[in-house]
């Protein structure tokens, strides 16, 4: 069974990087598929953030692009995600995930939530 | 790019049937048959309901069911049971190879 799980700070402060990294489980990242990054923040809706195939090439999401590094490390067989320059309107879970198709999302990890502190 | 559009909450009793629209552009829900679904329990992680508009994955109830017509997908849940109550959100692959949500909508069970 395929899982993933999130790490990293939990409290970042406002005008710093916020890194996470996504350890994947039960599926060699080198194999194929993209993965991404999506987040939710506190009672709102789910918006994507950004993607990227085990080849290294990125896709993001127009709105976090001047911001935002995803990257991938097959040997850790895990991917990360960097954003820059945070304020509060960051404060979010963030969710890695696994896209298959590439057209949809369906593996997640738990969510770990990020507080952007001021 | 912008969110697709979803209304916010629908509710239906035991049983009842509840439909969800899901309104893109031609950019995305109306160019590709890639709308997927998901479902979001209070507190809980998203998880995968629809995919290409109407495939439902291993486990999912055959109540789910998706639809699309022109630029515009739908999820209608059938028999619908308390366990049901949840977020649900839509996606759609892009023009942009970029991917977008809709804004969730609430189901109540009344």
């Known amino acids: 069974q395929v899982q993933l799980q999130e790490s990293g700070p939990g409290l970042v402060k406002a005008s710093e990087t916020l890194s996470l990294t996504c350890d994947v489980s039960g599926y060699s990242i080198s194999s194929g598929y993209y993965w991404g990054w999506i987040w939710q923040p506190p009672g709102k809706g789910l918006e994507w953030i950004g993607s990227?195939?085990?080849?290294?090439?990125?896709f993001y999401n127009p709105s976090f692009k001047s911001r935002v590094t995803i990257s991938v490390d097959t040997s850790k067989n895990q991917f990360s995600l960097k954003l820059n320059s945070v304020t509060a309107a960051d404060t979010a879970v963030y969710y890695c995930v696994r896209i298959r198709g590439p057209f949809y999302f369906d593996f997640w990890g738990q969510g770990t939530l990020v507080t952007v502190s001021s | 790019q912008s969110a697709l559009t979803q209304p916010p909450s629908v509710s239906g009793s035991p049983g009842q049937s509840v439909t969800i629209s899901c309104t893109g552009t031609s950019s995305d829900v109306g160019y590709y048959d890639r709308v997927s679904w998901y479902q979001q329990p209070p507190g809980s992680v998203p998880k995968l309901i629809i995919s290409?508009?109407?495939k439902r994955p291993s486990g999912v109830p055959d109540r789910f069911s998706g639809s699309k017509s022109a630029n515009t997908a739908s999820l209608t849940i059938s028999g619908l049971q308390a366990e049901d109550e949840a977020d649900y959100y839509c996606c759609s692959y892009t023009t942009s190879v970029t991917w977008v949500f809709g804004g969730g909508t609430k189901v109540t069970v009344l």
């Open positions: 990227i195939y085990y080849t290294g090439s990125t």
């Open positions: 290409d508009v109407s």
